[in-house]
């Protein structure tokens, strides 16, 4: 894992069960430091389909098979498992999937709201739901998804992470300095700005979001039936 600290995010989570070639253990191989922000996934899809909220966009797929096409920044992300029961179109990245999005090649896609928020707000794209509980301050008039589909949350998050052998007065100096920083005005506005939401906690709160996270992605991996090839 080498001797110094690299961010964790729901990418590590989520390979942990998706991609069985993995040289290392994840939950093993590193010492849980602290978080960082969770960062709400939306729902987009082009101003031209005729559907307005979520239960408009399955009812509008079940009357279309086959032709609703769901765009992601790559297979295994938390972009692409948000949406496996439609057409899985892969991207290098966020951006050329909204283009395709906005251009109507492409029918809907699930984003991150810190780089698609700008693109809803100028009303180049139109968000149906949020995939958090709770709304996003940064998109207050978008329901969350779980409105119509009850029990439904995903969400991307960042995270701190040390060697698994880091003694424990290294990772508690490092987690306290990163809640220091996380409290600091600026760069809670930031965060803010970006439609993100900040992860306080310890590192054992931290390691304990870690596990659930892991097993919420294995059970998606599994119900799913992808695979790394």
């Avoid at 079940?62 to 769901?70: D, Q, R, T």
């Avoid at 896609?109 to 949020?130: H, I, P, Y």
């Avoid at 998050?157 to 052998?165: E, I, L, N, Q």
Wanted: net charge negative; charged share 20%.
């Amino acid at each position: 894992m080498g001797s110094a600290c690299a961010v964790t995010s729901t990418a590590n989570a989520i390979n942990a069960s998706f991609d069985p070639a993995l040289p290392y253990d994840f939950a093993k191989g590193i010492a849980p430091v602290a978080g960082l922000a969770r960062i709400p996934l939306v729902l987009v899809v082009n101003n031209d389909l005729p559907v307005t909220n979520v239960a408009d966009f399955i009812a509008y797929a079940e009357a279309n098979p086959g032709k609703m096409s769901i765009a992601s920044s790559g297979i295994g992300t938390s972009l692409h498992l948000s949406g496996v029961q439609f057409t899985h179109v892969p991207y290098r990245g966020s951006a050329p999937g909204l283009t395709d999005v906005m251009s109507g090649q492409i029918q809907g896609m699930f984003d991150n709201v810190t780089s698609s928020f700008e693109l809803v707000r100028a009303g180049k794209l139109r968000a149906l739901g949020v995939t958090t509980r709770e709304r996003s301050e940064i998109l207050p008039d978008v329901p969350s998804i779980a409105d119509t589909l009850t029990g439904y949350e995903t969400s991307s998050f960042y995270g701190v992470s040390a060697p698994h052998d880091t003694s424990r007065e290294i990772v508690d100096l490092l987690n306290r300095e990163i809640a220091a920083a996380l409290s600091d005005a600026e760069i809670k506005s930031r965060i803010a700005g970006l439609g993100a939401i900040p992860l306080h906690g310890n590192a054992n709160a931290f390691g304990g979001m870690l596990t659930a996270e892991t097993e919420r992605w294995r059970k998606v991996v599994e119900l799913s039936g992808i695979k790394k090839e």
